[in-house]
Nanobody, 123 residues
Framework: VQLQASGGGLVQAGDSLRLSCAAS????????MGWFRQAPGKERDFVAH????????YVADSVKGRFTISRDSAKNTVYLQMNSLKPEDTGVYYC?????????????????WGQGTLVTVSS
């Protein structure tokens, strides 16, 4: 599975961005797709997940009500719509493919990772 993330950029607080993650390869073998983010000097944190079979979504409490994860199966692409962005949302955003039935918020359950796309939110 190969993942290509895009859509990051520099925006102001309150703006919106949509990240995309294009997947190729054996995507049907995954349990789901997730988005994580990593701020400078901090650990990689869970942001959102969408299950492969059911399409059920989960988002972190810190972004609930502002971020939405979705997918276009025909395009093998997962999206992260980010609204009402805050400076604390700044970081490198990674998409990843979950390869086992473990917890969706644990980055250790994801084997395939995209290269990351930088989101910078200015105040």
């Amino acid at each position: 599975v190969q993942l290509q993330a895009s859509g990051g950029g520099l925006v102001q607080a309150g703006d919106s961005l949509r990240l995309s993650c294009a997947a190729s390869g054996r995507t049907f073998s995954t349990y789901g797709m997730g988005w994580f983010r990593q701020a400078p000097g901090k650990e990689r944190d869970f942001v959102a997940h969408i299950a492969q079979s059911s399409g059920v979504t989960y988002v972190a409490d810190s972004v609930k009500g502002r971020f939405t994860i979705s997918r276009d199966s025909a395009k093998n692409t997962v999206y992260l719509q980010m609204n009402s962005l805050k400076p604390e949302d700044t970081g490198v955003y990674y998409c990843a493919a979950r390869v086992n039935s473990g917890g969706y918020s644990d980055p250790g359950n994801y084997y395939y990772w995209g290269q990351g796309t930088l989101v910078t939110v200015s105040s």
